[in-house]
């Protein structure tokens, strides 16, 4: 009887030790959670007070200037739906960021990869316009998909086989495709009527009403791509944690050598996170022209290659981390044209603000990995 309340004693203490370790690393994880949601902010804040000496050395009042651009996002119907239109490239260019980083991959290519895809989506669309709508926009969609896809499986083809930097090659991706465009649309895809008129400009013709996006909010451009980008989120968000393929893709970014020893095939998943992230800005250019532009023209994909590098990683490359970072991303977009036009300063000034934001964010990343690390080191010494 002594020996069974002995057992009966470890076990009691073991379900203890088991208990605390669990309540630890619950508040383990809220810790974290704090340092990866704190530490970027304050890198904007930073990246704002810094701004806000470049307002003062113009002469211009940085309160009323940030007034206005947060009245200019989110203080009315039209510039809460503008932000919400700028949100829908930028959180699906960063879904692609997110799979591509998983897999310790950079893609830069997002430029391209929306070209691509909306090249092929415009081909299709002014080819098929007589399809239904139940057919042709889904066709279109996926054919975006396959576009983008197809110029992200070029880099990640050649960093699989030759191991060539990914870096390198989507950067140069991006230019064949822009040259590609400007071929085309001053070519085999220009507006008939433009050169009719005389204008030759450098555009598609409208797409067929068949092909066009539905607006959500009437006499605005806040269309259903909206829904299309936020149904994505979830979809990748169970792709990289709920799958094989997508704990893969996360197992290589975290540790490429116990993956080659785990059986896992390195380049091979690499390829695939880089297909996967063309796939997506694909989507975007398809979504862009479709729901915003009504045609392919130069100048379309306004920078958002770049700037989804920066939400993604606002979001802590997280699909559903994504979508608040790149709605804050949308509304900065917005809010700094409505302050230029309320504190007459020069656009220069604005885009230096802008840069200045991706700066401080993008060092944010670094200064969260490393305190979290620390504190992670610290609580092992601990225990």
């Given at each position: 009887?002594?020996?069974?309340?002995?057992?009966?004693?470890?076990?009691?203490?073991?379900?203890?030790?088991?208990?605390?370790?669990?309540?630890?690393?619950?508040?383990?994880?809220?810790?974290?959670?704090?340092?990866?949601?704190?530490?970027?902010?304050?890198?904007?804040?930073?990246?704002?007070l810094?701004?806000?000496?470049?307002?003062?050395?113009?002469?211009?009042?940085?309160?009323?200037?940030?007034?206005?651009?947060?009245?200019?996002?989110?203080?009315?119907?039209?510039?809460?739906?503008?932000?919400?239109v700028?949100?829908?490239?930028?959180?699906?260019?960063g879904?692609?960021?997110?799979?591509?980083?998983?897999?310790?991959?950079?893609?830069?290519?997002?430029?391209?990869?929306?070209?691509?895809?909306?090249?092929?989506?415009?081909?299709?669309?002014?080819?098929?316009?007589?399809?239904?709508?139940?057919?042709?926009?889904?066709?279109?969609i996926?054919?975006?998909?396959?576009?983008?896809?197809?110029?992200?499986?070029?880099?990640?083809?050649?960093?699989?086989?030759?191991?060539?930097?990914?870096?390198?090659?989507?950067?140069?991706?991006n230019?064949?495709?822009?040259?590609?465009?400007?071929?085309l649309?001053?070519?085999?895809?220009?507006?008939?009527?433009?050169?009719?008129a005389?204008?030759?400009?450098?555009?598609?013709?409208?797409?067929?009403?068949?092909?066009?996006?539905?607006?959500?909010?009437?006499?605005?451009?806040?269309?259903?791509?909206l829904?299309?980008?936020?149904?994505?989120?979830?979809?990748?968000?169970?792709?990289?944690?709920?799958?094989?393929?997508?704990?893969?893709?996360?197992?290589v970014?975290?540790?490429?050598?116990?993956?080659?020893y785990?059986?896992?095939?390195?380049p091979?998943?690499?390829?695939?996170?880089?297909?996967?992230?063309?796939?997506?800005?694909?989507?975007?250019?398809?979504?862009?022209?479709?729901?915003?532009?009504?045609?392919?023209?130069?100048g379309f994909?306004?920078?958002?290659?770049?700037?989804g590098?920066?939400?993604?990683?606002?979001?802590?490359?997280?699909?559903?981390?994504?979508?608040?970072?790149?709605?804050?991303?949308?509304g900065?977009?917005?809010?700094?044209?409505?302050?230029?036009?309320?504190v007459?300063?020069?656009?220069?000034?604005v885009?230096?603000?802008?840069?200045?934001?991706v700066?401080?964010?993008?060092?944010?990343?670094?200064?969260?990995?490393?305190?979290?690390?620390?504190?992670?080191?610290?609580?092992?010494?601990?225990?």
């Amino acid at each position: 009887m002594a020996y069974c309340g002995c057992m009966g004693d470890n076990a009691s203490v073991g379900s203890k030790i088991a208990i605390s370790k669990g309540v630890n690393r619950h508040r383990h994880d809220w810790r974290e959670l704090g340092i990866r949601v704190l530490v970027p902010a304050a890198g904007v804040i930073a990246a704002l007070l810094v701004s806000a000496l470049f307002l003062i050395l113009l002469r211009a009042n940085p309160i009323a200037a940030y007034a206005a651009m947060v009245r200019g996002a989110v203080g009315s119907t039209f510039g809460l739906t503008q932000t919400l239109v700028k949100m829908t490239p930028l959180l699906l260019v960063g879904l692609g960021i997110c799979i591509a980083f998983r897999a310790k991959c950079i893609n830069i290519g997002g430029r391209g990869q929306m070209i691509a895809g909306a090249l092929l989506t415009a081909s299709f669309a002014l080819r098929f316009g007589h399809l239904p709508p139940v057919v042709l926009l889904p066709m279109m969609i996926v054919l975006g998909f396959v576009g983008g896809a197809v110029w992200g499986f070029v880099p990640g083809f050649l960093k699989a086989r030759f191991a060539v930097n990914e870096i390198l090659t989507t950067i140069m991706m991006n230019s064949i495709a822009l040259q590609l465009m400007n071929m085309l649309l001053q070519g085999a895809l220009m507006d008939p009527a433009g050169i009719e008129a005389g204008t030759f400009l450098a555009q598609s013709a409208r797409l067929p009403d068949a092909g066009r996006l539905a607006r959500i909010v009437p006499r605005t451009l806040l269309h259903s791509g909206l829904f299309i980008a936020l149904v994505m989120a979830v979809v990748v968000y169970v792709f990289l944690w709920r799958t094989t393929l997508g704990y893969r893709i996360r197992a290589v970014g975290l540790n490429p050598q116990a993956s080659r020893y785990a059986g896992i095939k390195v380049p091979a998943y690499q390829a695939l996170s880089l297909t996967l992230a063309g796939g997506l800005a694909g989507i975007a250019g398809a979504v862009e022209i479709m729901g915003v532009h009504y045609r392919l023209l130069e100048g379309f994909t306004s920078g958002y290659g770049f700037t989804g590098i920066v939400a993604a990683l606002l979001g802590w490359l997280h699909p559903l981390g994504l979508i608040p970072a790149s709605l804050f991303f949308g509304g900065l977009l917005i809010g700094a044209d409505t302050m230029q036009r309320a504190v007459q300063v020069p656009s220069a000034l604005v885009n230096a603000i802008l840069g200045l934001v991706v700066l401080f964010v993008s060092a944010s990343t670094v200064w969260t990995q490393r305190l979290i690390q620390r504190f992670r080191s610290q609580e092992t010494a601990h225990e």
